[in-house]
């Protein structure tokens, strides 16, 4: 974790992709007092399901849904 004021931050802009690399995190002050934080994006390795899957985990319906709908709009 880095600390850097706001006025070295201006100053660093064009290597802050590499200082973010390098320290993993970056603490952005003004007046001494933290403001904001600076992190890399997390990875995100885990792969969405496919909408099979997805139907798959469902649980099935006693009823049909399209008798649902028709008694519905009977209803109204």
């Not at 200082?19 to 600076?38: F, H, Q, S, Y």
């Not at 885990?46 to 099935?60: E, G, I, Q, V």
């Given at each position: 974790m880095k600390s850097l004021s706001l006025s070295e931050i201006g100053a660093q802009l064009s290597k802050l992709d590499h200082l973010v690399k390098l320290e993993g995190e970056i603490i952005i002050?003004?007046?001494?007092?933290?403001?904001?934080?600076?992190?890399p994006p997390r990875q995100n390795t885990k792969t969405?399901?496919?909408?099979?899957?997805?139907?798959?985990?469902?649980p099935k319906l006693s009823t049909p849904s399209e008798q649902l709908i028709r008694e519905e709009r009977e209803v109204r």
């Amino acid at each position: 974790m880095k600390s850097l004021s706001l006025s070295e931050i201006g100053a660093q802009l064009s290597k802050l992709d590499h200082l973010v690399k390098l320290e993993g995190e970056i603490i952005i002050t003004l007046d001494n007092k933290p403001i904001a934080r600076l992190l890399p994006p997390r990875q995100n390795t885990k792969t969405k399901p496919s909408h099979a899957d997805l139907r798959a985990m469902m649980p099935k319906l006693s009823t049909p849904s399209e008798q649902l709908i028709r008694e519905e709009r009977e209803v109204r």
